[in-house]
């Protein structure tokens, strides 16, 4: 035997050597299957702790703090038919501009977020996502004006001459404009925001939604002196962009984050009732396993 | 089948097959006609063989289209095909073609290999080389020309030497026997080892002269032969040939026709022995030849899991186009209610030309049109997006793993036999998991069940038993000269009273020396080698001679042995042998001593038979005789209760004159015409009477190691055995008994022997009565079936009754069944029961079931190589099949299961999340994932976690899977992987895929990055996550709980389970993040869409606190259901590991039930089989010895007469020229002559 380990360790040996050897196969615990393992046994035993361990922090802390931020929405959508019913073209000047009150409970420190919100809006749509340029978007100057990608169509060029950049989502670039005013408890005195202290996002060119009903960052209010106080306050929007006519909808919001990011209830509320359950059925099945021992 | 049809027409085609259709009727064959205008021979195939299915040039094409005739490879050829039209491409083909060039890859490449070995084995068989008589190539000292085999035709002359193999099927012309005789050995066509004799015809014998050319040189007539053969066309019957010669021979002018049978045959694939050279032309050739028409064809052997994956192919199939039905009406729905007035943002694409015929006017374009031109393109795109349902690469995978388990197997130490220096091997990879199913075993008994090797183990003389000692004989001292060196015997009473000349003990030993028809040959060395027709009557020849009576030679009317008590040889006349027959079950000689003086002896008569019909034919009129039939029969019981086989010994003295007198009306009833059988037995009546009994012997028919315990353990497996033997009925009987498979508890066994369908259908109906009546699961029954009522039994109107009753029973043995025979029974289990066979044998009979079975199982032994050729596996011993099926066999079926039912939860939980998706994009066939993440999913993620689970995983150790064959059952009742589990894992990857989706869905809709800790570059803060984020949530969430999934699946975690489960979930995040980076990005922009994702997502908890959550909800849930019934319905492998982990934890070790190894139940005489006059040999042994054809004379045996010379022997004189033909016994080919013969 240990001649024949020998010779299988000695690679450069010769071959007249291996010939010899007896066909008995290796004894290595891989060829023999007797590698070393754990076998673990599930028992109640084994188990529960570990259901019960994941559980308490996460119940207590992430719905804390997910129910923690503040934020405002508002729907101005309703308010279009007031002030015009048709769509307008883009890039054109505003056609209308609707206005819209809104009340802040709570003071929102900076930095507050602005968004604007769609609902049945399909951006998922797969020709939807498709409908742009990569090696457009990425190029040269001199190689876009010659070209642009099949799957633009029907954005791809108006005549012979190519859109840059071309395709449904670039031309579907939300265009609508606000602005946020404060007004006095009568709601009749308002002060504009300050510009100088909103920041525009840099718009990641290929993040579009994942479902229909979406919002996107707008702008940011940064400064520290920008806290928005509780109090009534009025939106104006320069009404651009259509989506009453697919039974859309358009929401402005305005929210702060933590360290978890924007609220989000269903986080912490899923937590919390998934940690409940799992004590419910660990209990049970302590109770069951218990019975079951006893009887043996 | 027309895709077998149509494959063979492509083979065909490749390999430049002559379009020749077999539908000749009648073959007729010009010999020597090599440079003759006699095209006829020209039409017959040639003698090149091949089994290999491959050419160089054929290889690819061939290769590629048995692949693509799987139905998985063919849906995903035409799903690439689907992906390269841009309109419904809803994934790039690159998706499909990365993982299905890797999953062909890996097949072509092994079966390229494969094939290569074929062409090897191939060429080493064309290129052997053998002597012909080429009248176009011939000189004048050298006839004959050396040619290789493969150039071989029909017509030629060939030479075949002792000791070759036959080229090809041949007519014998003339051999180097004085006789014409020749004799071969047929173990490689019909496993039968003992040598047959074949005769050439006269007339073409006289072609030849042995005498004056002893090497077979002068062959000038031969080169001359023109004779014209007509016989039947190449057919797969070996024991049949008729044909005739029709030549214009010397003597006369006219030309003769000479029938021509099987005797004058030698058939390729048998090899010639005991004569210097033989002559034969060529009749039939390579493919034509018995041998490979009897090869048959090889089917592909599919295993029941195969078939049930093939049809859940096609349900999944069912289910996809269902799905895409589904999600087509969606679309169509979506884009009436909503796309199309979502046309501002999102054009519909085949409104054009409806918009422009119309143009806008009152007249609106047809409603609906483009819907449903878009939702029909729609369908496509969904079949095409959710394609992942059909794992592509499931059947890879399931090949690496059985490819695996098959060296786990090749590996085993345990299966090694160090006595061959042979481990069990699996020659074919594809069947493992069926080891595991196994519910009929057939098979073979000589060389599988027993060694095929008799010793004389006990005896009986005059009511003393002998051989139940301890110590063994000192043969040295009594018998130096003449004992056998592995002969033992463990009683040394018995030499003693030899050696002080006891009567009986002489009588006994003097009978067994006499009474046989074995042939003496002398080695070189002076030694005698017997050669039996029957190990049994061997062993006993041999016992004789090693106690000191040596048969020393025979001629037809002496019989020399040499009494090593008084030293001396002493010569025997021959007056008769009254021949064995299977009524008689005895056998008789009549000898008459020759003094050394030339004074003759008492008449003695001296029988041997099987207990029953030699005790009825005693003297019962002494005090002493009956107390010898009373001890004997004790005796008798005992050893049958010891599994032995036994013989009654007795003689008579018989008065001159009366022998004169039957000797006469003997004579008369030989010669008679009508009814001389009647007539024989009468005139045998007459003088096997009043015979006084001598004893019984005791002849161990040796079974392989562990073959009792072997069949005990696999009966508790559930598996049923059924014995297929050449061998006659009552050694059948008796083997079944010594190996345990009938037992004593056994309430019934029942023999069917009936010799017509009628008397077999009444037998059967008749048995089956009995079952019912006495039917109770307790109650076990034997059924033993001879091969002449099988035979009827596989009649279509009787195998009814048949299987009714041989399913019912333990323990079927067949016995004197043909091959096809044995491949018969084992086609009709196969065919009427949905179970598993599996066939067992080591000689070449057993390959037509071997490989007819679902598994065919080969010995490799010392009877050739043919069955392990044939076999799927091979190993060393049968007692390994125990660990072959039980332990490897288990585990394969235990881990292929696992591995399917998680292979296709991991592809159902990917690819249902689009199908989800579906109800939020519109039916739009837009796809959740990022393309490599669909590319790659199933070649890198989440492949070696499962290869891992499919080729580590065990359940319970080897030794519990032994010591629990109950274990096994699982595997007969598919228990681990049927429809229901399918389902069930279906069902669980829709649970799976909506808390994937749904879960993550709802946090993201609303979800927004986080401020960066300590970071002004706070880009991220505050933005909402995109499509991009939520695919590679999901994805991750994906990845890891499928990961987790196999984890929790696996039972036995190696290090390298470890290593490849946590390894694929690193591999995923590690691949992610390098593909989504922006230099990736930089240098491929079109390849990798998905930039930034990565970093985006990497320091926001909500993604990470997401794909917690959405383990958490899957995992516990998962877990408590798996401890839920493990507390409430454990299974039987928990049961043993629980209660193995007990006895761990307390530290005390119980004692496990252990089975008793030993084998050979010691069962009480109460129901014992009788005694079996075991010979296998058939009647007319006699009358060639007495003839005188077989002991007649010969050139080579020179030596043996100087030998005998020189030990002082008068030699008989030469018996008379024997005109006597040899006449073959009806029944059979066995003519099992092992041929030395003595000389005058």
Known sequence: ?296 | MPENAMSSFLFKLLKGHKGKESTETQRTIYANARCGNKHENFKHAHNKIRTSKYTIISYLPINLYEQFTRLANAYFAILIILQCIPVISSLEPITTIIPLVIVLGITAVKDGLDDLNRHRSDRSVNNRIVEVLDPTNMTEENLLTKEKWMNIRTGDIIKIKQDESVTADVLLLSTSDPHHLAYIETAELDGETNLKVRNAIQATGNLMDPETDPDGLSCYKLAAFDGKILCEPPNNRLDHFVGTLSWRNDSGRQEKRFPLSNDNILLRGTTMRNVDWAFGVVIFAGPDTKLMQNAGKTYFKRTSVDNFLNRLVVYIGGGLIMLAVVSMVGHIIFEMYHGDHFQAFLPWEFIDECERKTNMTQDPCEKGIPELISGSLIFWSYIIVLNTLVPISLYVSVEIIRLGQSYFINWDRQMYSPLKDQCAEARKTTLNEELGQVQYIFSDKTGTLTQNIMQFKMCSISGLVYGNQSEPCDFDTFNPRWYDHEFTFNDNRLLAALSQKHQKEKEFFTLLALNHTVMPEYKDDGNIVYQAQSPDEGALVKAARCFGFVFRSRSPDTITIYDATQDQNIIFELLQILDFDNVRKRMSVIVRKIEPDGTKGKIMLYCKGADMTVMERLRETTDEDLDVIEQTKVHLDEFSAEGLRTLCLAYREIDEEWFDKWNQKFTDAACSIDNREEKLCASYEEIEQQMILLGATAVEDKLQEDVPATIANLGRAGIKLWVLTGDKLETAINIGYSCNLLTDDMLDVFIVDGESSLEVKRELLRNFETLCQKCHPDNDYGLVITGHALGHALEPDVEHDLLKVALKCKAVICCRVTPLQKAKVVQLVKRTQAAVTLAIGDGANDVSMIKEAHIGVGISGEEGTQAVLASDYSIAQFKYLERLLLVHGRWSYFRMCRFLDYFFYKNFAFTLIHFWFAFLCGFSAANVYDQWMITIYNVFFTSFPPLCLGLLDKDVNDKMCILNPSLYRLGQAQKLFNLRIFLYSVLRAVITSLILFFVPMCIFMEATGNEKWGMTDNDSDGMTFGRQAFAFLVATCLVVIVNLQVALDTAYWTLINHFFIWGSILLYFALHFFMYSNGVYALFPWMFPFVGVGRFVIDKPVFWLTLLLTIIIYVIPVLAFRLYKSITKPTDAEKIREQRYKQKRRKQKKPISYISRRGGSQRPGTQRPGSSYAFSHQRGFADLIMSGRMTSKRRRSRSTINHLARAGLSLPSSPKQTTVTFQEPQESDANHIRGERLVE
Request: proline fraction near 6%; include cysteine.
């Open chain 1, 1 to 296: 035997m240990s001649d024949g380990v020998r010779n299988r360790n000695n690679t450069g040996g010769s071959g007249s050597k291996s010939s010899i050897r007896s066909k008995k196969p290796d004894n290595s615990a891989f060829n023999q299957q007797r590698l070393l393992a754990w076998q673990p046994v599930l028992t109640a035993k084994s188990v529960l702790p570990f259901t019960f361990t994941t559980h308490p922090p996460t119940l207590a802390d992430i719905t804390d703090v997910s129910a923690d931020e503040k934020s405002c929405k508002t729907i101005y959508d309703e308010l279009i038919d007031t002030f015009s019913s048709g769509t307008a073209p883009n890039g054109n000047p505003p056609t209308c501009i609707c206005k819209q009150n809104f009340e802040i409970e709570e003071t929102m420190n900076t930095p507050i977020f602005a968004y604007y919100r769609l609902t049945n809006y399909y951006q998922n749509h797969r020709r939807y996502v498709k409908s742009r340029d990569d090696t457009q978007l990425l190029a040269e100057k001199s190689y876009i004006c010659t070209e642009a990608d099949g799957d633009c169509s029907p954005y791809d060029k108006i005549g012979e001459r190519p859109i840059a950049p071309c395709g449904a989502i670039a031309n579907s670039l939300f265009n609508d404009t606000f602005f946020i005013r404060r007004c006095g408890d009568a709601g009749v005195q308002c002060t504009a925001l300050q510009p100088d202290n909103i920041i525009d996002p840099t718009d990641a060119n290929g993040f579009n939604a994942a479902f229909p009903t979406f919002r996107k960052l707008y702008r940011k209010i940064q400064d520290n002196g920008a806290d928005l106080q509780p109090g009534n306050y009025e939106l104006l929007t320069y009404y651009n962009y259509p989506v009453h006519r697919f039974g859309g909808g358009k929401f402005f919001v305005l929210a702060t984050t933590s360290w978890i990011g924007g609220k989000n209830l269903f986080l912490g509320w899923t937590y919390a009732i998934v940690g409940g359950i799992c004590l419910i059925v660990m209990l049970f099945l302590l109770c069951i396993s218990r019975r079951n021992h006893n009887r043996d």
